[in-house]
């Protein structure tokens, strides 16, 4: 079975962090992409702050999709959209809870 993955991709200060979601059902990955848009606008969080990708994998987790692709090697998963926008507006956020 293929897993849909949903990830909103950001670096900053040489952390890479994500907001990922996965499902095999493509309407999760669409509601996902709208939460992401509408949560943004309220937070007042620019797009270009961050990029969305869409991959599949054969297994519902993070690790899937680094083992797929070397490119999200270094990339630190988060699963709460709040946390996630937070993050890309204020980055030592994340960037603390890293280190």
């Not at 493509?26 to 996902?32: F, L, P, T, V």
């Not at 994998?57 to 988060?78: C, G, K, L, N, R």
Request: hydrophobic share 40%; glycine share 4%; proline share 3%.
């Amino acid at each position: 079975m293929m897993y849909r993955h949903f990830l909103a991709l950001s670096h900053f200060d040489d952390v890479a962090f994500a907001y990922h979601v996965a499902s095999q059902d493509s309407d999760d990955i669409m509601n996902a992409w709208r939460d992401m848009s509408k949560l943004s606008k309220q937070k007042q969080v620019p797009g270009y702050d961050y990029g969305v990708h869409v991959l599949s994998t054969d297994a519902m987790s993070f690790e899937s999709i680094q083992a797929m692709d070397p490119y999200f090697s270094d990339v630190h998963e988060i699963t709460d959209l709040n946390e996630f926008l937070d993050g890309v507006v204020d980055p030592s956020l994340v960037i603390a809870k890293l280190k």
